[in-house]
Nanobody, 123 residues
């Protein structure tokens, strides 16, 4: 069983930055592809970014490409989402997710999910 705990959310002005962290319990973190998703009020959950277990490949939604960067530190069992140039439309609860298969992570069917962290961007 893997537990994921996100942190780093908060309130920031448009144009600002935040870094989200997601720390996993358990062993063999490197075997898991990891992803970030978000859900705004009244909207469906959407894919933000994903990273392979080794960290060599990353994927982004078009809406965040060039502004967000996903990375991971397998020694710390942690995946990060650096968010720059934040916009009000980035306001959402952000969730991290993990699974053995990258394609499962990318489509939102991961076995493991965190509880979410709120990101609010004011205009």
């Amino acid at each position: 069983q893997v537990q994921l705990v996100e942190s780093g959310g908060g309130l920031v002005q448009a144009g600002g930055s935040l870094r989200l962290s997601c720390t996993a319990s358990g062993r063999a973190f490197i075997l898991y592809a990891m992803g970030w998703f978000r859900q705004a009020p009244g909207k469906e959950r959407e894919f933000v970014s994903a990273i392979t277990g080794s960290g060599t490949s990353t994927y982004y939604a078009d809406s965040v490409k060039g502004r967000f960067t996903i990375s991971r530190d397998n020694a710390k069992n942690t995946v990060y989402l650096q968010m720059n140039s934040l916009r009000p439309e980035d306001t959402a609860v952000y969730y991290c997710a993990g699974d053995y298969a990258l394609n499962v992570v990318r489509v939102g069917n991961s076995k493991y999910w965190g509880q979410g962290t709120q990101v609010t961007v004011s205009s």
